[in-house]
């Protein structure tokens, strides 16, 4: 049985692109009976971002009814919350002492940050907290504590998973075989998902269209996706349009086809829209609406990611012991 773990963080509301590059092929992956899946709201890792506590509240819980409206089975996955686990903290600080400085200072996320500021004429690390600089080790713990071996991860994580993998082996050579080297999955098949503008649909780009909109703003949404000055009734190229990309990832093959046909055919663009609209609309009715029950049974929602917490603990908590052990601290 192999452990495949991924986290997502809350920095934002649950878009599209999150949804077809991580979620949708997360929960697939849990289809599989040789996978043991554990998947988590990175909620301390959201933190270095978000902290302002009402917002970081409602991103979290957001995180966690987005996974279950779109289907997670929480008795089959075990689903928590990285806050709810605090062996991972005391793991996170065993691994910093694994960790060495010259592997942050050379970490993508920091790396960029110093860069910015540098072209800035600011000082290097202006702006920047030591969470995150050192995102990558609370990272590492999260994969490590569970022994996962697959990790699916956006390609900006790669990096991440690399690091964790080396400070395992550094671990491991000193204490002797303790943490299951873990290999990233990349889904290079998955397209990348454009936003309204056109380019990769991203918070930080502010060009998402969320997930759990409800009709009126979704449709308002998709009506601002930009799209050339070709006139209604010339023919257009679906592998040049952002709509037909969305449709693509929504419709069946059937109707995929008949819009290559509306695009020769030279459908206009604000029939093109209505749609999209309604494929993604029928597509989302259902998760959306499991979203805001959730959404407005906070209590609910948090037993659910408790009960997650207990099973993973049951993991964490026996493995802690060993570790302590093993680097010699005092645990009879
Ligand atoms: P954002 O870019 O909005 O900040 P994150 O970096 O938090 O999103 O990404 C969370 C997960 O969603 C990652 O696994 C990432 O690869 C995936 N993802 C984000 N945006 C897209 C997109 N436009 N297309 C496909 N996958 C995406
Ligand atoms: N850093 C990841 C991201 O920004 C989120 C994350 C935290 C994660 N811990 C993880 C992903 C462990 C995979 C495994 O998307």
């Known amino acids: 049985m192999k452990t495949v773990l991924t986290g997502i963080k809350p920095t934002g509301k649950i878009h599209l692109g999150n949804y077809i590059g991580a979620i949708k092929p997360a929960l697939q992956l849990a289809t599989n009976p040789d996978y043991q899946p554990v998947y988590f709201v990175a909620d301390y890792h959201g ?19 987005s996974w279950l409206a779109l289907g997670l089975d929480p008795e089959k996955v075990i689903f928590y919350r990285q806050s709810d686990i605090p062996e991972i903290f005391e793991l996170s600080w065993i691994l910093a002492c694994f960790s060495p400085k010259g592997l942050m200072n050379r970490a993508h996320a920091y790396k960029a940050l110093v860069d910015q500021n540098k072209l800035a004429d600011k000082e290097p690390d202006d702006g920047v907290n030591m969470g995150i600089f050192t995102y990558p080790i609370l990272m590492a713990a999260d994969i490590l504590m569970f022994q996962s071996n697959l990790v699916p991860v956006g390609k900006d994580q790669i990096q991440h998973v690399e690091i964790a993998r080396d400070i395992a082996e550094h671990f491991n050579k000193n204490y002797g075989e303790t943490f299951t080297l873990p290999e990233f999955i990349v889904e290079e098949e998955t397209a990348v998902l454009p936003g309204l503008d056109g380019r990769k649909m991203s918070k930080s780009y502010n060009n998402t269209i969320p997930l759990f909109e409800n009709e009126d703003s979704l449709y308002k949404l998709i009506k601002k996706i930009k799209t050339d000055s070709t006139p209604p009734n010339e023919p257009k190229d679906p592998n040049d349009s952002i709509i037909f990309s969305l449709y693509n990832e929504f419709a069946t093959p059937d109707q995929v086809q008949r819009m290559r046909e509306e695009y020769a055919n030279g459908i206009g663009w604000g029939d093109a829209k209505k749609e999209l609209f309604s494929v993604m609309n029928a597509f989302l009715e259902g998760p959306r609406e499991k979203y805001n029950e959730l959404m407005a049974a906070p209590n609910q929602l948090n037993e659910i990611l408790m009960a997650g917490a207990e099973k993973a603990r049951k993991k964490s908590v026996p493995f802690m012991k060993e570790i302590r052990k093993k680097i010699g601290l005092n645990n009879m």
């Open 47 to 65: 933190l270095t971002k978000t902290q302002n506590a009402n917002e970081l509240r409602e991103l979290s819980m957001g995180v966690a009814a």
